[in-house]
């Protein structure tokens, strides 16, 4: 599929040229770029379904989603697991990756597929991962940096009514640009928050939001988990996400990491509800996979 100039989506009315949507398959020609000359077996990596985690949190329920973590934890990484777990399934996703560029990002995707790093990759290794990508209904807009909240939303309509995308995911809140002229923070991040929320339930789609903490660890410090109160808006993010995720590794040095449901809203269960489930993680492929698959419900 060819890149789709939004410019020309004058329902949405974009006025001016905006970025493109792209198909994932568009990244192959940075594969061969970044590609090593010796060719090797592919390593592979067994692919493990999030089954546990699909049962009570998958498929597309109309939903807000917040991920947090503190820094090096892994939040877009394990989010970016999701989108792969999402689109193995044959459902269109679209990623809007604001803080890394796109070529990091596919060079992450590309470790997922092989359990290899792209600098070891060879001719075997590329043309499995150009293989993948042509059966991935995954998308992503051509833009890095700060995006107008007017564009972000025309985007999400516009994928939803023109490629049938209901699963978004948005890296991160704090690069989405608003109308910050006399008004107060927190209300400015509520209001995009109410925003997205609307969008998701309007639509009936899924919209991943990676929220950073306001305070992040400093380098060489032990790594915390964050909570709720310590996220920018944090009132608004409570009020508006239909769940928030964090995640917490208690050891850098062990794969293992916790997701722990911070909210989730009432009407996904009979009450509002707390839990977690455990994940390991393989730091050669970025691969995340349940541990057991059993979700630790709190009191």
């Known amino acids: 599929m060819q890149g789709i100039d939004l410019r020309d989506v004058l329902e949405f009315k974009i006025e001016k040229k905006e970025s493109e949507i792209l198909h994932i398959k568009n990244q192959f020609s940075h594969i061969i770029k970044k590609m090593g000359q010796s060719p090797e077996e592919i390593a592979g990596h067994p692919h493990r379904t999030w089954l546990g985690f699909n049962r009570a949190f998958g498929g597309t329920r109309g939903e807000l989603i917040t991920v947090t973590a503190d820094t090096g934890v ?16 044959g459902r269109p996703s679209l990623l809007i990756s604001l803080e890394d560029s796109m070529n990091s990002v596919t060079e992450c995707f590309c470790q997922m597929i092989s359990g290899k790093d792209i600098i ?8 499995a991962v150009g293989e993948q990508f042509k059966l991935w209904p995954l998308y992503y807009l051509d833009h890095q940096g700060p995006i107008k909240e007017t564009v972000l939303m025309n985007t999400i309509d516009y994928a939803f009514t023109e490629l049938g995308i209901k699963f978004f ?21 509520g209001d995009t928050m109410r925003k997205l929320a609307g969008k998701a ?47 917490f590794r208690p050891d850098p040095q ?23 489930i455990q994940f ?3 730091p050669e492929s970025l691969t995340w996979w349940e541990v057991d698959g059993k979700l630790e419900w709190g009191k």
């Open 120 to 127: 070891n990759f060879g001719e075997q290794d590329a043309k």
């Open 169 to 189: 995911v948005v890296d991160h809140l704090d690069y989405i640009e608003k109308d910050w002229v006399g008004r107060n923070e927190s209300y400015v991040i």
């Open 201 to 247: 339930h309007s639509l009936n789609v899924t919209i991943i939001l990676i929220v950073h903490p306001a305070k992040m660890s400093v380098k060489g410090n032990e790594i915390r988990e964050v909570g709720l109160d310590e996220l920018k808006g944090s009132s608004s993010i409570k009020q508006e996400s239909d769940a928030v995720f964090g995640i």
């Open 74 to 89: 892994g939040k877009s990484t394990f989010v970016r697991n999701w989108l792969k777990d999402h689109v193995e399934q």
């Open 254 to 276: 062990v794969a293992v990491a916790w997701l722990r449901f911070l909210k989730i809203r009432s009407h996904r269960f009979s009450r509002s509800v707390q839990g977690k």
């Open 280 to 282: 390991g993680f393989d």
